[in-house]
């Protein structure tokens, strides 16, 4: 997996979503070993299991092989538009599962939080530019929007744990997610 | 989309922009995600809105660590490309139900489409623009139980209900059946007009089926009810 640890060339992955579109196998399985090790990590935060995981993975694959013609490389780096496909195979794999037990979630939370309360210098403008904008959330809007992208939990389960029906939670995500666009200095 | 470009109704919870960024963090629910998905695909401002929440989400990701997968799930991927997914046992069942269904269904084949052929300009109605295809979905006795149309230029496949509605704690589910590999379902089908999004291609000759399944549709993805209508996709005009 050496070509895996490289920095990601938005180029070189553009260029290969392009031969994948066009049915090329042996650039989809280049595109895979550039990937595959970032999607599982993102994919196992959501997954409640390794097999699942696997699954998910699979799927996700499976997902950017058939529509690597739906790529548009003027709105999204090929890198996020897949981070997006692999997290909604994670959602729709647990989703079908039985409710998984808020417990797990705990450790990993205050991982999360640890990490957003001090960004590494590492992390760049952005993270830092987000990081702070989160932090401007009340703690319970932040742990939601938290919950949801880290670990695909539903409006259900939100509801669940922060004892608020399923709307408001709906409405509570909403106004996070527009008062960090405007944090953001989105227009 | 006023005319600058820019999304309306920035500051209102159920502007484009906050359903938007809602499909990114993953809340919608089933049948909002697929309304997302469907315009995703139609409305640029959309897919720009979806694409600028992703990269700015997508660094609540740049902590973590790569994590090698086992070699199994490409040897996984490598059979789905050739289609020799193991059909999951309800899918086999499907197909039994089906064979079935065709041999029961035969001889009342032609007279449901003689009876479509008369009674869809009155059932599709007020439906706007031409529909591509249309399938007559009719059970064990025969009589048509759901009209689909399908639309491939907007994209959507309109269900009439012409039958009877499932038992209050059940629900019908739609299926494409391909020829080969596993059905897809298009979405629950409990009410007796229904206008969906088309996320599938479809094409003339491909079965349309409805099951019997729990409420608010299958938990699996894969029919897990009885199979009680079935219909084969015919040229609209």
Not at chain 1, 118 to 138: F, K, Q
Not at chain 2, 13 to 23: M, R
Not at chain 2, 142 to 166: H, K, Y
């Amino acid at each position: 997996m050496s070509e895996a640890g490289r920095l990601s060339q938005p180029g070189e992955l553009d260029a290969l979503m392009a031969d994948v579109a066009g049915g090329d196998e042996t650039a989809f399985r280049r595109l895979y070993d550039r990937m595959a090790g970032k999607l599982l990590a993102i994919i196992r935060r959501i997954a409640g299991s390794e097999a699942a995981a696997e699954e998910a993975l699979q799927e996700t694959f499976l997902r950017i092989w058939n529509h690597a013609d739906r790529y548009d490389p003027a709105l999204a780096s090929a890198s996020t538009w897949m981070v997006t496909i692999a997290r909604h195979a994670a959602i729709d794999l647990i989703r079908r599962g039985p409710e998984r037990v808020s417990a797990a979630a705990v450790t990993i939370d205050e991982e999360l939080a640890e990490r957003l309360a001090g960004p590494s210098p590492a992390d760049g403008l952005e993270a830092r530019g987000l990081s702070r904008c989160l932090d401007g959330l009340e703690p319970d809007r932040r742990q939601m929007v938290l919950l949801a992208y880290c670990q695909g939990w539903s409006r259900e389960e939100l509801s669940r744990r922060f004892d608020r029906p399923v709307p408001t939670v709906k409405t509570l995500l909403r106004r996070s997610l527009i008062a960090l666009k405007e944090c953001l200095g989105g227009r | 989309m006023a005319a600058d470009g820019k999304v309306r109704d920035e500051g209102d919870e159920g502007s484009p922009e906050a359903e938007a960024a809602e499909y990114v963090l993953g809340t919608l629910d089933p049948r909002e995600r697929r309304a997302a998905e469907w315009r995703l695909r139609r409305d640029l401002a959309f897919a720009s809105a979806v694409a600028r929440w992703s990269e700015q989400l997508a660094v609540l990701d740049s902590g973590l660590s790569p994590v090698a997968p086992p070699e199994r799930v490409w040897r996984g991927i490598e059979a789905g490309l050739k289609g020799v997914v193991q059909p999951a046992a309800d899918t086999a069942q499907l197909r039994r139900s089906i064979t079935r269904w065709r041999f029961a269904t035969a001889g009342t084949a032609l007279a449901a489409v003689l009876v479509a052929a008369v009674a869809l300009p009155r059932l599709l109605s007020p439906s706007p623009g031409p529909a591509s295809y249309v399938a007559i979905l009719g059970g064990e006795g025969g009589a048509p139980a759901f009209v689909a149309s399908v639309n491939t230029a907007e994209g959507t496949i309109r269900l009439r209900r012409v039958g009877a509605a499932p038992p209050p704690d059940r629900s019908f589910e739609l299926w494409k059946v391909p020829a080969t590999g596993p059905t897809v379902s298009l979405g629950v089908a409990d009410s007796e007009r229904e206008l969906k999004p088309l996320d599938v291609a479809l094409a003339p000759g491909e079965r349309l089926a409805i099951s019997v399944e729990p409420k608010g549709g299958s938990p699996t993805g894969q029919a897990t009810g009885p199979v009680v209508y079935l219909g084969t996709l015919l040229p609209a005009e």
